[in-house]
């Protein structure tokens, strides 16, 4: 079994309230929200963090933050919605599976995670 949480979430090991999945990606609500919408898109396949990118994830990130936006549009958050990536213990990043924070719904600047 995966010691890493979101691996557990893709396997079904764990709950998770899914937005969105295809073969690729999933996307499911963050359980400590900031905003009515708090999302985390992710891929399946286990990635540490941006930092163990390489140019074999380019299209994968593209896709990551297009899926951002459509799904935002899709959820009506046409002023705008905020996207976060958190890398690195000293980028704030705590659960290193790579995810990309999609926050909207209100206008604060809450912090994320
Ligand atoms: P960070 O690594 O700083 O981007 O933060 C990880 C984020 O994952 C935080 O916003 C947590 O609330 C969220 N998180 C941690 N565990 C879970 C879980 N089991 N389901 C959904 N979200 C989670
Ligand atoms: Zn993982």
Redesign the pocket.
Known sequence: MSEC?FCR?VAGE?P?HAVYEDDELLV?????PVAPIHW?IIPKAHVESLAHCGPEHEALLGRMLLLGARLAREHGLTDGFRTAI?TGRAG????FHL?V?IVGGNESKTP??
């Open positions: 949480i979430i764990l998770s499911f609500n963050d359980i400590h985390l958190h704030g990043q705590v659960v995810h924070h994320i995670g």
